[in-house]
């Protein structure tokens, strides 16, 4: 089993920045994808950015240049950097790991990007 909590999520203004934490604990294989979705109010959920345990990085081309991913092994967490939000980056987000062919969901933080 694998356990995912996310974190980060707050109120922010257009332009503004907030890094998302997904902190994993439990049996993670070495080899590995973690990656971060959304969803918006009425919305399907989406892909935002994926990691692989390889340090290969995807993003959709909605957040390229203005949103990283990161990794810290050491504590098992995984980052998302949100810089120049736009009140349609505004979702709930969630991550997602990948391992020893099965897939976890953490519950989700909410991200408001509104003046």
């Known amino acids: 089993q694998v356990q995912l909590v996310e974190s980060g999520g707050d109120l922010v203004q257009p332009g503004g920045s907030l890094r998302l934490s997904c902190a994993a604990s439990?049996?993670?294989?070495?080899?590995?994808?973690m990656s971060w979705h959304r969803q918006a109010p009425g919305k399907e959920r989406e892909f935002v950015a994926l990691?692989?345990?390889?340090?290969?990085?995807n993003y959709v081309d909605s957040v390229k240049g203005r949103f990283a991913i990161s990794k810290d092994n050491v504590k098992n967490t995984v980052y998302l950097q949100m810089n120049n939000l736009k009140p349609e980056d505004t979702a709930v987000y969630y991550c997602?790991?990948?391992?020893?062919?099965?897939?976890?969901w953490g519950p989700g933080t909410q991200v408001t990007v509104s003046s």
């Open positions: 997602k790991i990948i391992t020893s062919g099965r897939i976890y």
């Open positions: 990691l692989a345990s390889g340090g290969a990085t």
């Open positions: 439990g049996s993670i294989s070495s080899t590995n994808v």
